[in-house]
């Protein structure tokens, strides 16, 4: 879309403030709800997003079953107050999407022969919407696993760059996202260095892309880091009162 916005001032700062390789604010607490098995509350900017992970248990309906491995049944959702125009409640276009990119990256780090014909199912609820949902979703989905103890190779995590006016940038904001040439969500497993998601909305050249590629993958093993401190304090808390 076109507009006579500026997304980069004078001085290369972004509508935020920020510098071009620079995150928004990011909170991730994990454990926030008691009948999950694990649980995460993350704010990414404006973004709010609860990750709540369920089973392993029996995969209903019944031919859904795999008889040599687990399911993993990501759900993402947004409130119909997470927007500025009332999102109608339910599932739609969009929502099926990200729900299924989201379980087919989360698949790929999951020990899932080890719960054959069971589901592992992630809610993902958005409560306030600020541009790069399905990666804070992610990332929280990564938390909420880890919290439930579910075996992976590794916490997945997500992060997204882009590009506004000519310039590469890491995690686009909302005008950044409404106005911005492109927008790359990458989610990545940091140990293997793996890519479990890569979407791209815009246009960007081949070199456009490898910058921004690095780009979102350098901002993936930053959350990394507050996804480990994330759950370490939990666990930390839980020594002291005991
Ligand atoms: O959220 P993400 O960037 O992963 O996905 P998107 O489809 O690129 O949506 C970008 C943003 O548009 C969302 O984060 C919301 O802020 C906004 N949006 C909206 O206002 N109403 C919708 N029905 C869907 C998205």
């Known amino acids: 879309m076109k507009s006579d916005i500026k997304l980069i001032d004078g001085s290369g700062k972004r509508l935020d403030g920020r510098t071009p390789d620079e995150l928004r604010k990011i909170k991730i607490e994990a454990g926030v709800l008691h009948r999950a098995e694990g649980s995460c509350y993350l704010e990414w900017g404006n973004n709010k997003v609860i990750a709540a992970v369920y089973g392993p248990r029996e995969a209903i309906p019944r031919h859904t079953q795999n008889p040599?491995?687990?399911?993993?049944?990501?759900?993402?959702?947004?409130?119909?107050?997470?927007?500025?125009?009332?999102?109608?409640?339910?599932?739609?276009?969009?929502?099926?999407?990200?729900s299924k990119v989201i379980s087919e990256a989360l698949e790929k780090v999951v020990i899932m022969e080890q719960f054959p014909r069971a589901s592992i199912d992630v809610n993902i609820e958005?409560?306030?919407?600020?541009?790069?949902?399905?990666?804070?979703?992610?990332?929280?989905?990564?938390?909420?696993?880890?919290?439930?103890?579910?075996?992976?190779?590794d916490i997945p995590v997500a992060c997204a760059a882009g590009k506004i006016e000519g310039q590469i940038v890491l995690d686009l904001g909302k005008e950044e996202d409404n106005f911005g040439a492109a927008d790359l969500p990458v989610a990545i497993s940091p140990r293997t260095g793996e890519i479990l998601l890569l979407q791209m909305d815009g246009h960007l050249t081949l070199d456009e892309f490898n910058k921004a590629l690095d780009l979102a993958i350098s901002g993936c093993y930053t959350v990394s880091e507050l996804q480990k401190k994330a759950l370490l304090s939990k666990y930390e808390s839980i020594m002291e009162v005991k």
Do not use: H, Q, W
């Open 126 to 153: 958005v409560l306030d919407a600020e541009a790069g949902t399905r990666c804070a979703g992610l990332t929280a989905a990564g938390v909420a696993l880890a919290d439930a103890g579910i075996p992976m190779i």
């Open 68 to 98: 040599l491995r687990a399911i993993v049944n990501a759900r993402y959702n947004m409130a119909a107050f997470s927007v500025d125009d009332r999102k109608r409640p339910g599932p739609d276009r969009r929502s099926r999407e990200i």
